[in-house]
């Protein structure tokens, strides 16, 4: 795996992870209030969420432009053989944080109802959001870092299956 990648490749593999940590921003929320600096650090993954991601499409059908966006990259680069295997992989990687973030959105609900509406039943689940976010956000950030020095990253669990997808 040490092929030499190019200035190009780096930046692309290093912006794949624009879309999972845009789409993390939601789960930031508490911490954003508790610490202000920190929503702006964050105001350009709030603008894509906001204006991007979150742009309905075809609202009745719940397409959103994030909806279009993993459509888009995952039909015209992570499948597409002409594209070099270090973005594909970084690509994949995103993508898979993407979908463990979907799982979590989808799973805080109903952690919600079974912890209940009580106050000490709200704390459990800022925990969980709040690691979530933090999770995700250590997760790209070192991808990315990764991704522009050129050399691939080692996430547990994440980077052994998108190396398996991008070798197709």
């Known amino acids: 795996m040490t092929e030499p990648v190019s200035p190009s490749d780096r930046l692309y593999s290093s912006l794949s992870y ?7 921003v939601v789960l930031g929320s508490n911490l954003f209030m508790q610490i202000p600096f920190l929503a702006e650090i964050y105001s350009p993954f709030i603008w894509i969420y906001r204006n991007l991601l979150m742009f309905p499409l075809v609202p009745f059908l719940g397409i959103n432009g994030e909806f279009v966006i993993f459509i888009l990259l995952f039909t015209l680069v992570l499948r597409n053989p002409q594209v070099n295997k270090f973005v594909r992989f970084n690509l994949t990687q995103a993508f898979l944080i993407q979908i463990v973030l979907f799982i979590s959105q989808v799973l805080m609900p109903v952690l919600q109802l079974s912890l209940g509406s009580f106050e000490a039943g709200r704390y459990p689940l800022i925990v969980l959001v709040n690691t979530t976010f933090m999770g995700v956000s250590v997760a790209c950030g070192y991808a990315a870092v990764r991704g522009a020095m050129g050399e691939y ?9 998108a190396l398996i997808q991008s070798d197709r």
């Open 18 to 24: 624009i879309l999972p940590l845009s789409a993390s």
């Open 153 to 161: 990253s080692e996430i547990p669990g994440i980077s052994a299956a």
